[in-house]
């Protein structure tokens, strides 16, 4: 059974160039893994007793374990990804992306295993903890392929996020199951806080196309823009 997140029904109001270069990065820097037979990626990962720990943290959030990791963190990162950019703009943006995945680095060599971590699921998940506060009530498309039946569908994007923090919560419960689960979480509270914080603040008020998560919880109230006409970097 594959249920991959393909779209969300986000309009956007600039182009998310700093989250196609991250895509960008990852993509060239872990093929160069994969084609590096002498360069296993274990060593761009990153574990508790790491005397490298400020670098490989860094250098962990662009690589991959194999094919199969990539595409499916390119995938999260570009449905949710966007949206999150194209609302913060590219450079906070790219603050924002480091700093959930520096946390979740922080969490894996605190509270983690012990083993190798490497990936950007981390920093992905502060993405969609900051995805699920801008646009709770958008939908995500759904696509599934069960047996021989396959297809899409779509769903809000609060029950979406809200099923994978689960099954991060579950994996706590087995550390052997080869996802570095409390990496995502740490990530996930991050970007959840800040980008709770900035709606707050009034800073990202929403657009017509918008109900953030203060909104749909009734604690706060906005003067509701409408999108700007065309697109701006």
Known sequence: M???PVAVDVPMQRYPIAN?????????????????????????????????????????MFAHADIVHLVGNM????????????????????????????????AWKIMGSGEVAVGASGAIMGVVGAHVVFFPTNTVSIFYWIYIRAGTFSI???????????LDLLGLMN?????????HLGGFALGFAVVLGLVLSGRFPPTRYE??????????EYDTRPMPVGFRD
Not at 175 to 183: D, L, P, Q, R, Y
Not at 211 to 220: E, T
Request: aromatic share 16%; net charge negative.
């Open 2 to 4: 594959i249920l991959l």
């Open 20 to 60: 196609w270069v991250i895509m960008t990065v990852a993509t060239l820097y872990s093929f160069s893994l994969f084609f590096d037979r002498d360069y296993p990626w274990e060593t761009a990962g990153y574990w508790k007793e790491d005397p490298m720990f400020g670098a490989t943290m860094f250098q962990s």
């Open 75 to 106: 995938i999260f990162l570009w449905v949710f990804g966007n949206a999150v950019n194209a609302k913060l703009g590219n450079l906070l943006y790219t603050a924002f992306y480091l700093a959930c995945g520096i946390v979740a680095a922080i």
């Open 156 to 166: 809000s994007s609060l029950i979406v996020v809200a099923i994978y923090v689960l």
């Open 175 to 183: 550390e052997a199951n080869g996802t570095a689960n409390i990496a």
């Open 211 to 220: 109900k953030n998560l203060p909104q749909v919880m009734g604690v706060h």
